[in-house]
């Protein structure tokens, strides 16, 4: 086609159309649920993942995420869900990322990042009360670490303190940058209980409802992608939270923070090949029907070695994220190999969603395709869950850890 080509043109799904659907390293199991949880999103969510973004629609997304059918998917079966594990989350984060950031940000923040440290450490009270909504979807979750005073030195910056009375705490504090932060019926909230040990030692995590008297909301980001999902900076004061409501024990929250952050930068690592792919399959559409110098774009090797090097980057890191999700439901700690693949896949997905825009050209760079908007969206991918500079530091002492100086 050597004319003028229209994204629709391109007669895409978003489904890895130009590459194999079933994936050698998945079970048959796995293969169809992501078939399936492909079929709801091209049916559900690529209508309308331009309007969430465009116009920043918090609301749509939240309606749209609340409707998908797999919000039990990895919830015990006795709070109501089917008991999967990590290597679902995977699958779910990287379909409902391929069409939506904002949709599997929202469904990261619940039913990953607030419901995985429950359902580890939760004592079977808490994750009835808790979790059951998150599967049905009737209630959202978040999680609750950063501060204005703590970002990537998240626990020696953490201020929002906790102090008991008698059978309560009483929380003052702020977050910051909080996704699902303003939509949010519970967070998992990291505070400090005693600032007269190591920072590490003192920091407990709680169960916090969002109707709880003193809390508030006091702004929203506006950030330059994931539009449409919730973002927000929170206020607590004078926050009374039942002792009843602390996950696992006073002063060990460390427990429960290390371990929900390798399940986030696992899902985190699977929403970029979600991003990456999409972008590449528009780059690999596009550079077939696109015709120059009387040969489509795919025939002139600088174009196809750019694709190639998509693919390699696309292909190495979902195999690396479907091992590593095996060995964290297996209960491995893999928390150097969690690192990497992260700092990889969001690297690699700035550079392929670069490249992507480069193939196609003016097009690319317009709001004619989607391609923009994945700019965009990767970006984050190096900041959030522990910024591309801090996974290199957690690798460097995982080493020594491992295997001494």
Known sequence: MS????????????????????????????????MEV?????????????????NRDIKLAVKILKKLPYLDMTIPKEAGGQGKGILYRTILGEELTAFSYALAGIFGASSCLFAG??????????????????????????????????GSDAIGGMRLKAVREGDHYILNGEKCFITNGSV????????????????????????????????????????MGRRGMPNSHLRFKDCKVPAANMLHRENEGLDVLLFGLDGERTFTASQYVGLARSAFEIAYKYAHKRVQFKKPLYSFEGISFKLSEMFIDIELNRMAIAQIARMLDDGHNCRASVAAVKT????????????????????GYSEEYPLERYYRD????????????????????????????
Request: hydrophobic share 35%; aromatic share 10%.
């Open 3 to 34: 004319g003028h080509i229209n994204f629709e043109d391109l007669e895409l799904k978003f489904g890895y159309s130009c590459m194999p659907n079933r994936l050698h390293f998945y079970s048959k199991e796995e293969n169809d649920f992501r």
């Open 38 to 54: 492909r079929e709801w999103c091209e049916i559900h969510v690529a209508p309308d993942a331009e309007q969430i973004d465009r």
């Open 117 to 150: 440290p429950v359902i580890e450490f939760g004592t079977q009270d808490q994750k009835r009360k808790y979790l059951s909504g998150i599967a049905d979807g009737s209630k959202l979750g978040a999680i609750g670490i950063t501060e204005p005073t703590g």
């Open 184 to 223: 949010a019926d519970y967070i998992c909230l990291y505070t400090k209980t005693n600032d007269q040990v190591k920072a590490h030692q003192g920091i407990s995590a709680f169960i916090f409802e969002t109707d709880t008297p003193g809390f508030e909301v006091i702004k929203e980001y506006k950030h």
């Open 344 to 363: 990889r896949i969001a690297d690699a997905t700035v550079r392929i969603t670069q490249e992507a825009i480069q193939v196609v050209g003016g097009l």
């Open 378 to 405: 990767a970006k984050i991918g190096q900041i959030s869950a522990g910024t591309s500079e801090i996974m290199r530091y957690i690798i460097t002492r995982e080493m020594v850890r491992m295997w001494g100086k």
